[in-house]
């Protein structure tokens, strides 16, 4: 097993592989930017290295990254999601240096981080793709013919998109017109590359994700199933599994399908395959992201499994703990993204200093963080602060815990999605476990309508008014 890991990332999912290690017995190192020196990554690691002054430059720079951890004597590198994760470049530098990247091999990176290359295997795979563009779309005139046979509303979408990013619908020539340039514009600045392809936009559509890991000697297992249906303009803001909108039949089904098309990629490491399952009930792929997922919690929670651990097991040529007969799931899981945003304004970003902060707790309920009290959250990174994760036995008992558990966090200094959660779970349609990825969107009122909540600062500002006003 490892000695030492270099974590060549920040924030939360920094803290999750810094406790995965501790529970293996590895030295844990982190690295920071000026921005980051109070973070808490910093102060979980067993060491932590200043890697720039600059906050974003240090965590990109893949060559400045593994050059660090070789003279630190570091013998693997866990690159998190974001940043370098989806990067090539990281594995190909650690090998240079003789360090286990801990993830699937560039290659696999590469072909899956092309979205029209994925389709293809996809497809070679016998797995079912959207109906869509082959390969990059040359020019707004071909999009155009393209769109009149497959039929709108279509997807424009960067070949090299992630994150939500770089993902139009056209409802007819128009607006294919309008927007082809746009698009491709925004992926080269996004993702560094222009290309454009399309795919029919499947008409209120779940997102249906399905976990997977294998290791170096031929076993590879999936855990199941996430729904992540609750999107915001293609980001996902609650995460559950397994799906409640799915029937054991069609989990097999959407299962086999991811273990198919990471056999015929010869994938290894932790993995997780996308799917759109349309209003007839048939399951889409959409792409592979070959790295960690940020909603990997729901399934650790349903399957008691450490998928840290396993991902680190299976770099350092160990088998996987487990084999497919032996895993089970239990219950269900959901996350919520605790973002610094308001709900109210267009969740906009609301960074700032944490004046008080209380992880909920109680049977059930796991937070993966990076906040304090007093921490001053930085405007150069994702909102996402903290990701609350709860656990029961039923759907019903899941969604009155997940409502207990929003209530009890403290977090006051700043705005958060908390509140707008609590009102998606007061929905019907939630309730009944029936929703799609437009929800969100179709619910403009459950983020208006979302109440102050009483805090402390709160009751102790109206105690002092009520002092004031009494003349006391
Ligand atoms: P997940 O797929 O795990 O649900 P997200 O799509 O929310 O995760 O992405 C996780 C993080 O990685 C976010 O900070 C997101 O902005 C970033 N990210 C994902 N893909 C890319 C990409 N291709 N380029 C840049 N950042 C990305
Ligand atoms: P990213 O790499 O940014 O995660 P994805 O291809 O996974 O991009 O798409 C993100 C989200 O965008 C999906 O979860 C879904 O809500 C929406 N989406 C993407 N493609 C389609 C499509 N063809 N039809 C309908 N919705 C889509
Ligand atoms: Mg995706």
Redesign the pocket.
């Given at each position: 097993m490892f000695r030492k890991m270099l974590i060549a990332n920040r924030g939360e999912i920094a803290v999750r592989v810094v406790r995965a290690c501790a529970e293996m017995g590895i030295r844990s190192m982190a690295i920071y930017s000026d921005a980051d020196k109070n973070a808490l990554h910093v102060k979980k690691a067993d060491e932590a290295y200043r890697i720039s002054a600059h906050p974003l430059n240090g965590y990109l720079n893949a060559d400045k990254i593994t050059s660090l951890a070789a003279a630190l004597g570091c013998d693997a590198v866990h690159p998190g999601y974001g940043f370098l994760s989806e990067s090539p470049l990281l594995p190909r530098y650690c090998a240079r240096h003789g360090i286990k990247f801990v993830g699937p091999s560039a290659q696999s990176i590469e072909r899956m981080g092309d979205?029209v290359a994925a389709r293809a295997l996809a497809e070679t795979a016998g797995v079912p793709v959207?109906p869509?563009s082959k390969g990059a779309l040359v020019n707004v005139n071909e999009a155009v013919k393209l769109a009149e046979r497959i039929g709108y509303?279509?997807?424009l979408?960067?070949v090299g998109?992630?994150?939500?990013?770089?993902?139009r619908?056209c409802d007819n020539s128009d607006e294919v017109r309008h927007s082809f340039d746009r698009a491709s514009s925004e992926a080269r600045k996004a993702f560094g590359r222009a290309d454009v392809f399309m795919?029919?936009?499947?008409?209120n559509?779940r997102?249906i994700e399905v976990q997977i890991i294998a290791d170096g000697s031929g076993n590879i297992v999936h855990l199941f199933e996430r729904d992540?249906?609750i999107?915001r303009r293609?980001?996902?803001l609650i995460e559950i599994a397994p799906s409640p909108q799915l029937t054991e039949k069609e989990r097999e089904e959407v299962c086999s399908y991811a273990i198919q098309l990471a056999l015929s990629a010869d994938y290894q490491n932790a993995g997780t395959v996308?799917f759109?399952l349309d209003e007839d009930r048939r399951f889409?792929f959409?792409?592979m992201?070959t790295r960690l997922q940020v909603e990997h919690t729901v399934t650790e929670q349903i399957t008691g499994l450490d998928i840290v651990q396993e991902q680190i097991r299976v770099a350092a040529g160990e088998p996987l703990s487990v084999r497919q007969k032996d895993i089970h799931h239990r219950g269900y899981a959901m996350q919520f993204r605790i973002n610094a945003e308001d709900p109210r304004n267009d969740f906009i970003p609301s960074f700032g200093r944490i004046t008080r902060y209380y992880a909920p707790g109680g049977p059930g309920v796991r937070t993966d963080g990076a906040i304090y009290t007093g921490y001053v959250i930085p405007p150069y990174y994702d909102s996402m602060c903290a990701k609350l994760t709860v656990w029961a036995l039923s759907w019903e008992a899941l969604v009155a815990r997940g409502q207990r558990a929003l209530a009890d966090i403290v977090m006051t200094g700043i705005k958060t999605t908390i509140p707008y959660y609590q009102q998606i779970l007061k929905h019907n349609d939630f309730r009944r476990g029936d929703f799609d990825?437009g929800f969100v969107a179709a619910h403009p009122e459950l983020a208006n309508v979302a109440p102050l909540r009483r805090t402390e600062d709160e009751a102790l500002a109206i105690a002092a008014a009520l002092v004031c006003h009494a003349g006391m």
């Open positions: 979205k959207v869509g509303p279509v997807m979408k960067a998109g992630g994150g939500g990013r770089g993902i619908r795919e029919k936009c499947v008409v559509p997102h992540c249906s999107q293609n980001q996902k996308e759109l889409y959409m792409e992201n990825t």
